[in-house]
């Protein structure tokens, strides 16, 4: 899942997150030191609620290829066994599709690509993963908007770690 908003709130709104969700998966090559590229399919949500109440509340939602490229070390433990890991790295999004909902906005006002910095940690009890992290968006997720503005966003992925080699 994810909790996404925005750097900067647009003239006269307020923004706050609603909750996403993601699918996808990473392959993780080394042991105490690793690399960690990745790909999801994401859904990212959020409102944006303009400062006189009289105005209702817009709606957007976000879907897009994530792709991470990680490094992470085990702090405690090991690859192969449970482990305390940390890891970040930067991502890139390809924008898919856009629910306007009630703002008017479609995928033809996003940017195609929009790029972010990611920070986690997570924990592994034998084939078991739980990750969190913290997304800064470094690009503005708008083509044509005067303001710079950037997705920022909590994410937790949690799954099944395979063994391939």
């Given at each position: 899942m994810n909790f996404t908003s925005l750097s900067n709130d647009p003239l006269s709104y307020e923004t706050t997150g609603r909750m996403g969700w993601q699918i996808g998966g990473t392959i993780?090559?080394?042991?105490?030191?690793?690399?960690e590229p990745g790909i999801f399919w994401e859904k990212n949500n959020w409102n944006l609620q303009n400062?006189?109440?009289s105005i209702p509340?817009?709606?957007?939602?976000m879907s897009a290829i994530?792709?991470?490229?990680f490094v992470g070390?085990?702090?405690i433990g090991d690859a192969?066994?449970?482990?305390?890991?940390?890891?970040?790295?930067?991502t890139m999004r390809i924008v898919t599709d856009v629910n306007p909902g009630t703002t008017g906005k479609t995928k033809d006002d996003f940017s195609d690509f929009i790029f972010g910095m990611d920070i986690g940690a997570g924990i592994s009890m034998?084939?078991?993963?739980i990750d969190a992290g913290y997304e800064w968006g470094l690009t503005n997720i708008y083509k044509d908007e005067t303001n710079d503005i950037r997705s920022r966003g909590f994410w937790l992925n949690a799954g099944f770690r395979l063994k391939f080699l």
């Open positions: 993780a090559m080394g042991d105490q030191f690793y690399f400062i006189n109440p509340e817009f709606k957007n939602d994530k792709i991470p490229i070390i085990n702090v192969d066994d449970s482990n305390f890991h940390i890891m970040g790295g930067p034998g084939k078991i993963f």
